[in-house]
């Protein structure tokens, strides 16, 4: 087996965004990205500053620190960085065999074969206040690939709203999330919790501004109830 690249392993927690929002989950959080946002609030898990603290284990070694974290099967979470850099098919196909299931949350710029057997895919394509640019026939591939998809896009102004509008018209089957984005970049003590509830409830006006009815728009909840902490 390929080692994975981890971060960190945590939980169990609960989800806080996209279509999982609230639901118990085990994290597993890879280290490395081929994005690097503007506003990226786990930089200790895409910049290579960090490569040192990310330990490569099997998809073995993995599942067993996740049964250790529940010995029930519950929702097992691979986020980064990106994990669709990762192998991690290995690790899908031990985990489900033991009854746990899984979804993933990607970019949508990396496409691999094993992400058609995850329970659930969150592709959360990155709006023009990330500074990144969308690659749309890579995004395509990533909406086909699985048969559980659901987008999830953060929202920092209007120009990123517009962003969401188009991508709604895309892929207008698939069921779409917004979130106010956060934009603290460091520790829990600077994160203003102020400046994000003042952009959800712009973002809840500006749909309705709109009659946008076909989209659920959601808190982070995450950021929320503990800030920018780590959860180690």
Known sequence: MSAIRISEIFGPTIAGEGAQIGKPTVFVRTGGCDYRCAWCD?????????????????????????????????????????????????????????????TMETQGSVVRPWMSCLDALTISPKPPSSRMTTRFDLLDECVRCNPNPSLKVVVADEEDYQYARVIAGRYPFVPLYLQPCNMTVGEATAFDLTALLATYTWLVDRAAQDQWHTVTILPQLHTIVWGNRRAV
């Open 42 to 102: 786990t930089l200790y898990a895409v910049e290579t500053q960090y490569k040192a603290d990310w330990l490569p284990m099997t998809a073995n070694e993995v599942f067993e620190e996740v049964q250790h974290l529940s010995p029930e099967p519950i929702l097992v979470t691979l986020s980064g960085g990106n994990p669709a850099i990762q192998p991690l098919g290995d690790l899908i196909d031990i985990g489900q065999c033991a009854g746990y299931t899984f």
